[in-house]
T-cell receptor, first 114, second 111 residues
Framework: ETGVTQTPRHLVMGMTNKKSLKCEQH?????MYWYKQSAKKPLELMFV?????RVENNSVPSRFSPECPNSSHLFLHLHTLQPEDSALYLC?????WGAGDTQYFGPGTRLTVL | GQNIDQPTEMTATEGAIVQINCTYQ??????LFWYQQHAGEAPTFLSY????GLEEKGRFSSFLSRSKGYSYLLLKELQMKDSASYLC????????????FGQGTTLQVKP
């Protein structure tokens, strides 16, 4: 248990569906991250929020829309996804968005797009 | 460009020692992390190196050589529960928390 929770743990959706992934951290951290983990590929950073402000957006398609209503919660809204978006989506948090700080990960949401 | 290289798979025997290597070519360097990830679970933090040398934590040690762009994770007295993926990640910018990850090394420990 790392103090970062994600729901749902598994999600199957069609290409026309709209769904949301939720992340919550109980560590008092100020930075939160979304990563995509595909088979045989490195973790890819998608978005970073620091103090509820988006500070990093790594050329992610607009069908992925993040939201950070407060420093403890992070959402990833999904719409009109493609089958190649099927992957493990990991949330992480760290005390600050800065050098030397360790990121702590949630267990991930396994997403399958049909 | 940015590149982190690790072996894809390794196998070792219970009770033995295994070394997982990581080489990196990045535009800058501000620390290297090792994470352990069991199948279907969250990556968990193992170690952080920012200066050259060896950091020891129980059965796990991590080494860094900045001049060679090289790190290794050393696992001693291997246990079956050490079967997992080991991720190497580099922070290449000094003013952000952005990490560049390798693809991970899947370690299988056999009896």
């Amino acid at each position: 248990e790392t103090g970062v929770t994600q729901t749902p743990r598994h999600l199957v959706m069609g290409m026309t569906n709209k769904k949301s992934l939720k992340c919550e951290q109980h560590l008092g951290h100020n930075a939160m991250y979304w990563y995509k983990q595909s088979a045989k590929k490195p973790l890819e950073l998608m978005f970073v929020y620091s103090l509820e402000e988006r500070v990093e957006n790594n050329s992610v398609p607009s069908r992925f829309s993040p939201e950070c209503p407060n420093s403890s919660h992070l959402f990833l809204h999904l719409h009109t996804l493609q089958p190649e978006d099927s992957a493990l989506y990991l949330c992480a948090s760290s005390l600050i968005w800065g050098a030397g700080d360790t990121q702590y990960f949630g267990p991930g949401t396994r997403l399958t797009v049909l | 460009g940015q590149n982190i290289d690790q072996p894809t798979e390794m196998t070792a025997t219970e009770g033995a020692i295994v070394q997982i290597n990581c080489t990196y070519q990045t535009s800058g360097f501000n620390g290297l992390f090792w994470y352990q990830q069991h199948a279907g679970e969250a990556p968990t933090f193992l170690s952080y190196n920012v200066l050259d040398g060896l950091e020891e934590k129980g059965r796990f040690s991590s080494f860094l050589s900045r001049s060679k762009g090289y790190s290794y994770l050393l696992l001693k007295e291997l246990q079956m529960k050490d079967s997992a993926s080991y991720l190497c990640a580099v922070r290449d910018e000094s003013n952000t928390g952005k990490l560049i990850f390798g693809q991970g090394t899947t370690l299988q420990v056999k009896p």
